[in-house]
């Protein structure tokens, strides 16, 4: 068990699942209290369609990740505010369908077997690079320098938009922060551990820390320690069971969501 | 002299080609407490965006202490409709400090001063000693006294309330529209309700409105045309002025009962 620590996979998904763990917390936080839990799946299956245009046009496949993420996540916003007041909901239906069918068209046209796709949508925390590292790290600094710094303005826009504005706040900019950093943690998240981890990450610990706290600064640092301890619970128990650790890790999550519940009933 | 609030000439509404306010011409004296009445979808809360600047105009011009809705940030004080059944991880205290938004820029946090007038606002509605429950946790009325202390936190000149008594009590309502009146003695109240016999005497205006302004002031209580626009005339005390807002269809005169 300690002895699996000395090798650098090890560390580094140790190292990984702590930068994770407190961009998950964080914005994991913000999408959950603005009931956008939704928006998870939707960013990451649509991003799916950047990845193949990545893969079509030979450019890097985090470029193309980043830009469909980022104008899913801003069109869901954009769609679904002001004047349209479309659902939601339904927005992100539309982005996720259309996105992860654009993919699948992409990849065809260019022929031929993608398997650098594949470690995108089931990736893996026992292979993330250096690289994966200072990039996630970055990001936390920027998570953390933005959500720092707007912080009265990000909770005020998710609780009462309306009147924050008539405060003079500027709600869209402050939306589209969120929305834009929101998309950038999915595709950081994803690069590391895959699709389905995102999604467990980003909404089971922020929602289990919601009924056990009540402000947001305390909620997101509870979803951080929650996402941090299922991320290494998940990491020893795969270690020791000879499972893969992205589904050790969901199965825990699943657990502490279910068992929270019924704690709470 | 700068008018809290100068409408003239008002159309304004959620469609093109679709007004909910006609033709609307109101002012609203510094230091008047105008209770805004009128009938459901009548277009009260709509007015109310407009001054807020939540809305555009169709046409007409809308002035609020002489500028632009939504230009004049920090000098009105909104306590909207209430939304039920909301929920959000957010102390009473947290709610109230929002009110102190539009005076501290965006990347600055609040201030001692902010927290301070957080709390005396809630203790002025009598809610100081939940400042650290959550929001979920309060019931209807309560939840209504600390939006209002959120208004009042921003130091405001011009006070909107949006059916503020619609979820208390009998007896809470008494108090809180004493409070009111006891703050009327600094800013301008506009209280949208349609409680009409509730507020008549603590209120110094009236106006009725139903798209469309039909009567104004104290010259032209006409009342069988206030009737004809669904604007309770009855209830409304002698000796308070009143305006009558009606409706944009059907002419003003064929209310027939006297
Ligand atoms: N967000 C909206 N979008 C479209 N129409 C609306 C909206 N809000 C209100 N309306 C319409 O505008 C009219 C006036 O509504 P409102 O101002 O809320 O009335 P009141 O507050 O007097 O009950 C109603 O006919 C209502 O259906
Ligand atoms: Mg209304």
């Known amino acids: ?265 | 002299m700068i008018l809290p609030v100068k409408i003239s000439g008002l159309s304004a509404g959620y469609r093109p080609g679709h007004p909910v306010l006609k033709d609307i011409d109101l002012e609203i004296m510094p230091g008047d407490f105008l209770a805004l009445i009128g009938p459901n979808g009548g277009g009260k809360t709509t007015l109310l965006k407009v001054i807020l600047g939540l809305i555009r105009p169709m046409s007409g011009t809308v002035r609020v202490f002489g500028r632009s809705p939504g230009d004049e940030t920090g000098r009105i004080g909104y306590v909207p409709q209430m939304i039920p059944g909301a929920t959000f991880p957010v102390t009473v205290m947290e709610v109230a400090l929002m009110g102190r938004l539009g005076l501290r820029g965006m990347w600055r946090r609040y201030t001692p001063a902010d927290r301070l007038a957080a709390i005396h606002n809630l203790h002025l509605l009598g809610v100081a000693d939940l400042a650290a429950e959550p929001m979920d946790n309060l019931s209807g009325g309560q939840r209504q006294r600390v939006l209002i202390a959120r208004a009042l936190a921003g130091e405001p000149d011009l006070l909107l309330l949006d059916e503020p008594a619609a979820s208390v009590d009998q007896k809470t309502q008494e108090s809180f529209f004493n409070l009111l009146a006891l703050l009327n003695k600094k800013l301008t109240i506009v209280l949208v309700t349609h409680d009409v016999g509730a507020v008549s005497s603590y209120v110094r205006t009236i106006a009725c409105i139903n798209r469309v302004l039909v009567s104004h002031g104290e010259t032209l209580p006409a009342e069988a045309v206030a009737r004809a626009y669904g604007c309770p005339f009855e209830l409304v005390t002698h000796g308070v002025p009143h305006r009558v807002i009606g409706s944009a269809e059907g002419s003003g005169d064929s209310g027939g009962e006297p």
Not at chain 1, 31 to 55: D, I, P, W
Not at chain 1, 83 to 110: H, Q, S
């Open chain 1, 1 to 265: 068990m300690i002895e699996a620590l000395s090798y650098a996979w090890m560390q580094n998904a140790v190292v990984a699942s702590i930068l994770s763990a407190i961009a998950c917390g964080v914005i994991g936080t913000l999408v959950v209290v603005n009931r956008m839990s939704t928006l998870t799946g939707a960013v990451a299956h649509a991003s799916f369609g950047g990845l193949g245009l990545a893969y079509l046009l030979g450019m890097p496949p985090m470029a193309g990740a980043v830009l469909v993420s980022m104008g899913t996540a801003l069109g869901v916003g954009a769609i679904s505010s002001g004047t349209r007041r479309e659902y939601p909901d339904t927005a992100m239906a539309a982005f996720w369908a259309t996105g992860m069918a654009a993919g699948l068209i992409f990849v065809r046209l260019r022929g031929g077997y993608a398997p650098d796709l594949m470690s995108w949508l089931f990736g893996s925390l026992l292979t993330v690079s250096r690289t994966d590292l200072v990039l996630a790290g970055s990001l936390d600094l920027l998570v953390l320098l933005l959500v720092g710094g707007l912080f009265k303005e990000l909770t005020a826009v998710s609780y009462d938009s309306e009147f924050s504005r008539i405060r003079g706040v500027r709600t869209a900019l402050i939306r589209s922060v969120f929305l834009a950093l929101t998309a950038l943690v999915i595709v950081m998240l994803m690069k590391i551990s895959g699709l389905i981890m995102v999604m467990a990450l980003m909404t089971i610990p922020a929602a289990v820390a919601r009924m056990f706290t009540k402000g947001l600064r305390r909620m997101m640092i509870l979803s951080s320690i929650l996402a941090l301890a299922l991320s290494l619970g998940g990491l020893a128990l795969a270690y020791v069971l000879d499972l893969p650790p992205g589904a050790v890790i969901i199965l825990l999550a699943g657990a502490l969501y279910f068992i929270s519940h019924i704690v709470k009933n």
